[in-house]
């Protein structure tokens, strides 16, 4: 399938000039490569992506949005955060001083301890 037929490798680095971020970078080079000829193949061993991840990418260039827009991902709110801002102000306040000094007999802190 061919992909980026009306979009000129000029325009692509106009976008690259323009975008922030490892994924929206790699996803305009990508394209430029791809425009250059180099198939899809070479581009996911490049990048150590599978093949259909590249297609992804390639696709995701062909809408009415700006190439800057359609290479950047969405905001993702991610999880809540199961402390609250409070509890989380004094969770680091805590781990900032000696275990020892909240009654932990330990020398430090390590991932378990904190748990």
Not at 22 to 30: F, G, H, I, N
Not at 84 to 108: C, L, R
């Amino acid at each position: 399938m061919d992909h980026l037929g009306d979009i000129s490798v000029e325009e692509l680095q106009d976008a690259l000039d323009n975008v922030y971020g490892k994924k929206p970078t790699q996803r305009l080079l990508a394209a430029i490569a791809y425009k250059n000829g180099v198939e899809q193949t070479e581009l996911a061993e490049w990048y150590g992506v599978e093949r259909r991840t590249i297609y992804s990418w390639l696709k995701r260039l062909d809408t009415d949005e700006s190439l800057e827009q359609a290479v950047t991902d969405a905001n993702r709110s991610g999880r809540s955060p199961k402390l609250s801002e409070k509890d989380q102000e004094q969770f680091e306040a805590t781990v900032h001083e000696p275990p020892e000094e909240v009654g932990i007999d330990a020398p430090a802190w390590t991932p378990a301890l904190v748990q």
